[in-house]
């Protein structure tokens, strides 16, 4: 059985609702960048939002979160439907749109591990799950803009959203599970993805060195 959200810890809880925002604000922000109108970007910011969420429940065997609560889905269509309004702003809509994916990425990587683990998944399940629930909503997102998914690049998306999601589940295994664990896994995420964006820090692919650091241009 899924596990209600009435059921999830508060910092939990908080984690998904942050999460719903940031990721279908970058979704929004994507479709914005491609030009799609009013309808496209708030599809795009749905998707985004609980598209990693709807896989992981797939493979959990559970029925699909939103389909019987639909706050998420409404909250991601509001967030969606407002980003429309602010990118008129002179915004730098680009950066934001990677930094608030940043964020989303750190926050689902959380809550996916707990409620993989609160369905009775193994450890390593669970540090899996959480990793395609943080990776999910992005790879949809770039997939209906046209965009070759990040985590095909070479960059470090999916890299961090394990090291979180792994962190969490480690913690949870060895009785350290709580706020302190909830937030030290977050900040591993967002951690590792934020040095990676900003000193533009990918793996390398083959005939490459592992880890390559980008030059900026002078």
């Given at each position: 059985m899924h596990m209600p959200v009435d059921d999830l810890s508060p910092v939990i809880t908080v984690l998904m609702y942050f999460g719903d925002i940031v990721f279908a604000v970058s979704g929004a922000l994507a479709a914005a960048h491609n030009r799609m109108d009013v309808l496209g970007i708030v599809l795009i910011g749905i998707v985004t939002g609980i598209g990693g969420g709807t896989m992981r429940d797939i493979l959990l065997g559970h029925a699909v979160w939103w389909v019987q609560n639909p706050d998420e889905l409404v909250l991601c269509a509001v967030a969606a439907f407002a980003t429309y309004f602010v990118r008129r702003i002179d915004l730098a809509h680009a950066d934001a749109a990677v930094w608030a994916d940043a964020l989303g990425l750190a926050a689902f990587s959380v809550t996916g591990v707990h409620v993989?683990?609160?369905?009775?998944?193994?450890?390593?399940?669970?540090?899996?799950?959480?990793?395609?629930?943080?990776?999910?909503?992005?790879?949809?997102?770039?997939?209906?803009?046209?965009?070759?998914?990040?985590?095909?690049?070479?960059?470090?998306?999916?890299?961090?959203?394990?090291?979180?999601?792994?962190?969490?589940?480690?913690?949870?295994?060895?009785?350290?599970?709580?706020?302190?664990?909830?937030?030290?896994?977050?900040?591993?995420?967002?951690?590792?993805?934020?040095?990676?964006?900003?000193f533009r820090v990918r793996l390398g692919v083959a005939g490459e060195p592992m880890i390559v650091t980008k030059r900026r241009a002078s």
């Open positions: 993989a683990l609160h369905a009775g998944a193994p450890i390593i399940v669970a540090a899996f799950l959480g990793m395609l629930t943080a990776t999910g909503g992005g790879v949809i997102r770039d997939l209906l803009t046209g965009t070759r998914p990040m985590i095909l690049t070479g960059e470090i998306y999916a890299t961090a959203a394990l090291a979180g999601a792994a962190s969490c589940a480690a913690l949870w295994r060895y009785g350290l599970s709580g706020p302190l664990a909830d937030f030290t896994a977050f900040a591993i995420a967002f951690a590792i993805r934020g040095a990676a964006i900003l």
